[in-house]
């Protein structure tokens, strides 16, 4: 099965903090593979800003040894490389002032889709989005994309919103989380919404409990200042857990349009009930290399590099029916995985030696995204009535030919879909603020009780409290696999 490439109409795309990380590892190499793909038309424009003094070719230099690093694979066509570097510019800019800015506005091109993406940290998101308007670079084909975190809490998003409405109407904003670009992810809702098999189960009274596991092997070499400000809480959990969670609980669109998915998503965050103190359960690493707090340079940190909770959504299709989310680094693997654990059959016809046997769906976002459905069976050979539970494994690289081996990068799709117009896949102002207001009094619960972090090896799944919030409950935690 081959993929189809849609093409796009021409752009220019500015990428304020070009000479950053995220955007040599990620945004530039995103843009050269969906080039060689054959998306793009000829006359597309891709202009790197920052305060760094590079000319031209200085630059392209950069991005060609970035794309050599990050775009390994289409880097070996020197002439795909060349002919996209010939499309990529430069201007030396200065956020907080009017330097360069007129040198960008003669680089632009009249009467076409202009995208800004803010590469930067969120300081700066106000001023370049003022800067914007103020230097008249602003059409009605213009877009502006925002990385998180966006915002610190309620309070901050509310404020960043509000900036941000000031120049540019909410259409017009993209509030990237580069986990909805994932395959897999999207694959949530084919599988839900697409399949009449899962559709009538996919409530409390035939789901038992949601597992939804983001588990990092790495730590956090390279962001010790944001991250101790942070934690798992802010980084992970009110933002990329919690965008599975709505798209896991969310009930059918009406149809698939941005606001009528983002509206659904909406209704999930302000259903959460309010979680319960022995619902929460926060780690630090340490052990097998240097701890957390060796690592931050702060050896009283109560910042928390793991968090698990319990979660209800009070509607009518999830009431009674637990959500439990855990995220952390030093794990003992890299893993991403949805699991709805079904209840168990009424009635066993099979007597107490059978034992208990319940499906399970296991959705893989990474490493190795696919979809697994265990069902019970009976074990072969002689001997009476012996069941054993089995996998229904679909591996996406393998279902989909091997041309599907390699799938497009969370950012390739992510910026076509500002290039297009589509913000399905993008949270909207609303979303956010009702993402932290769930969270904040998480966070403030905690600070006012002085909990501290359970220390937990790198290495493992995670401090022993977190076993013992699925114990009491009868139940336990799915394996973390690579």
Known sequence: ??????????????????????????????????????????????????????????????????????????????????????????VP????????????????????????????????????????????????????????????????????????????????????????????????????????????????????????????????DGREEYYDRAGAMRDMMQNHLMQLLCLIAMEPPAKFDPDAVRDEKLKVIRALDSVEPHHIVRGQFEGDG???R??????????????????????????GTPFYLRTGKRLVARSSVINVMFKDAPHSIFGEDAGRHANVLSIRLQPNEGITLKVTIKEPGPGGMRLVDVPLDMSFAEALGPENQDPPDAYERLVMDVIRGNQTLFMRGDEVEAAWAWTDPIIAGWQARGDVPKPYESGSTGPGDAELLMKRDGRRWQGINP
């Open 1 to 90: 099965m081959v993929s189809r490439v849609i093409p796009v109409d021409p752009f220019d795309l500015v990428i304020f903090g070009s000479t950053g990380d995220l955007a040599q590892r990620k945004i530039l190499p995103a843009l050269f593979r969906r080039f060689c793909a054959g998306q793009w038309p000829e006359d597309v424009q891709i202009i790197g800003a920052a305060r760094a003094v590079y000319g031209r070719d200085a630059f392209r230099d950069m991005v060609a040894e970035s794309l050599r690093t990050h775009a390994a694979k289409q880097c070996r066509d020197t002439d795909a490389l060349n002919s996209f570097l010939q499309r990529v510019d430069y």
């Open 93 to 220: 800019l200065d956020a907080l002032s009017d330097e360069g800015w007129d040198h960008l506005a003669a680089k632009l091109t009249v009467d076409r889709v202009r995208a800004f993406y803010f590469s930067v940290g969120p300081r700066l998101f106000g001023p370049l989005a003022e800067s914007i308007q103020s230097h008249k670079l602003a059409t009605d084909q213009t877009r502006i994309v925002v990385e998180k975190p966006f915002g610190h809490d309620l309070e901050s998003a509310r404020t960043l919103n509000a900036t941000l409405a000031k120049h540019f109407s909410e259409g017009q904003i993209y509030r990237i989380d580069h986990y909805l670009g994932k395959e897999t992810v999207q694959n949530l809702m084919a599988v839900r919404f697409g399949n009449m098999l899962f559709e009538p189960l996919w409530n409390s009274q035939y789901v038992d409990h949601i597992q939804i596991t983001v588990a990092e092997s790495v730590g956090i």
């Open 290 to 292: 240097p701890s957390y």
């Open 294 to 319: 060796e690592v931050v340079g702060n050896p009283r940190s109560t910042t928390e590099s793991y968090v698990a909770l319990k979660a209800h959504v009070s509607n009518w299709r999830w009431a």
